[in-house]
Nanobody, 125 residues
Framework: QVQLVESGGGLVQAGGSLRLSCAASGRTFSTNTMGWFRQAPGKERETVAT????????YYADSVKGRFTISRDNLRNTGYLQMNSLKPEDTAVYYC??????????????????WGQGTQVTVSS
């Protein structure tokens, strides 16, 4: 069973940057699409970005395009989310997760499992 641990969250002013990391244990990391998701208070969890197991294909929600960059290092079993030009509406708990199926491309939140515990990102205005 793969386990994911997020880190890198914190409090930042609007316009600032943060880099989130997602450390994975287990052998499935390099064979599965990985995603970053977020959930703000009172809102449903939403997809932020996903990246194919090879790293060759990415998906971004319209709200973060041009500001966030997803990446992965399969040798280190670690995924990343670089967040620039942060806005107060980016405030949420951010989670990483892996696709439940190997070798598949997806950006649907329902296809993901092995959720991490989340890391809080707070952007002040």
């Amino acid at each position: 069973q793969v386990q994911l641990v997020e880190s890198g969250g914190g409090l930042v002013q609007a316009g600032g940057s943060l880099r989130l990391s997602c450390a994975a244990s287990g052998r499935t990391f390099s064979t599965n699409t990985m995603g970053w998701f977020r959930q703000a208070p009172g809102k449903e969890r939403e997809t932020v970005a996903t990246i194919l197991y090879s790293g060759r294909t990415t998906y971004y929600a319209d709200s973060v395009k041009g500001r966030f960059t997803i990446s992965r290092d399969n040798l280190r079993n670690t995924g990343y989310l670089q967040m620039n030009s942060l806005k107060p509406e980016d405030t949420a708990v951010y989670y990483c997760a892996l696709d439940l199926a190997r070798g598949r491309w997806t950006s649907k939140i329902s296809d993901f499992g092995s959720w991490g515990q989340g890391t809080q990102v707070t952007v002040s205005s």
